[in-house]
């Protein structure tokens, strides 16, 4: 067969690979409508701000929801207190988790603009299974509101007992449960803060602190009337002993009117009062979480602070190893009193992103 010349053979390489780009580019072509149809169809994030008053318990409750996406998750946040509601600050305290998670203040009977609605009209309903019943509804509200099959629950001080009563009465409703500041037994919590709050004072030698509290005596208390004695002091040697950064609680414009501020003010009165009893008999006297038993169906995460004086984590540390749980982790905060601290909400946020949002299928 005769042989093409060169320059021959290369105008026919050109014309080849000119053909072949042709075909590719088709090919491509023909393909863009299907990426186009999918870019599309992807989800766009649906913002979620709403604030308003649900039905819960027979009373009207105030609920706020934030977030970026309405699909992520869901972390309903249980205040302390009784009667301490965390929506004034929750803005601050939590910025830039509503990126990952929708967030979900909660202002429970008797606290906050929940109080404000109901007046002191409804103490008579103000026990600890009340609160929990009322919390399975939120939760349940939630989860019909939100589309979601369950929710995450985190809870601070008293929340921390109400979370755990919750995930006890319905475990179903939860992929994990969050505790900070964990309490587990007042009257062991408040024989052990005493005991170690006059070791502190006779160690610093402030005779006025050990005057003070070896009048009251230790617990358990026959009236109200010592409890601001033994506060007083227990406030200033856990400023002293706190030494991580506090969290950042700046006053959303939404409560600050003066109005709102007496009304946050009387409720946490109001629940003091009801909870701890004049005679120091009230609902809180009695709590003892193990109790309830020491299985729990659901994973458990625990941040205790190290300087804690309400919440002593030795106490907390007994509670957590007792517990049979799915998954379960302790992390004593160094540093870190009753209060948020920074690294403490900072190690919280990591928990929820690395062990507790991957337990949430439906995100």
Known sequence: MPRLAPSIRSLWCIMLRLAAMIVAGLAFRTSLPDLTAQVRSAPMPEPVKEGAYVQIGGIEQWITIKGDDRSNPVVLFLHGGPGDAWSPFADAMFAGWEKNFTLVQWDQRGAGRTYAKTGPSIEPTLTIERMVQDGIEVA????RHLNKKKIIILGGSWGSILGVYMAHTKPD?????IGIAQLVNTRKEQSASYTRLLESARAAGDQ????????????PWDSLRKWPIFRKWKL?????????????????????????QAQYAAADDFCFEHFWGLTMSGPLESVDLLA????LPIPIFILQGAEDLTAPPEIAKAYFD??????????????????????????????????????????
Do not use: N
């Not at 006025?208 to 617990?219: E, M």
């Not at 002993?241 to 709102?260: F, G, V």
């Not at 309830?292 to 299985?295: A, D, K, P």
């Open 140 to 143: 349940e509200f939630l989860t």
């Open 173 to 177: 409703l939860f992929y994990a449960y």
């Open 208 to 219: 006025q602190a050990i005057s003070d509290l070896t009048t009251i005596g230790p617990p």
């Open 236 to 260: 200033l040697y856990q400023a002293k002993r706190a030494t991580a950064p506090s969290a950042h609680e700046e006053l959303s414009p939404d409560y600050a009117s003066p109005k709102e």
């Open 292 to 295: 309830l038993g020491t299985r």
């Open 322 to 363: 007792s517990i049979k749980a799915p998954a379960k982790q302790f992390h004593l905060v160094s540093g870190t009193g009753h209060e948020f601290s920074v690294p403490e909400l900072d190690m919280t946020f990591k928990i929820l992103i690395e062990q507790v949002r991957p337990l949430t299928p439906d995100h």
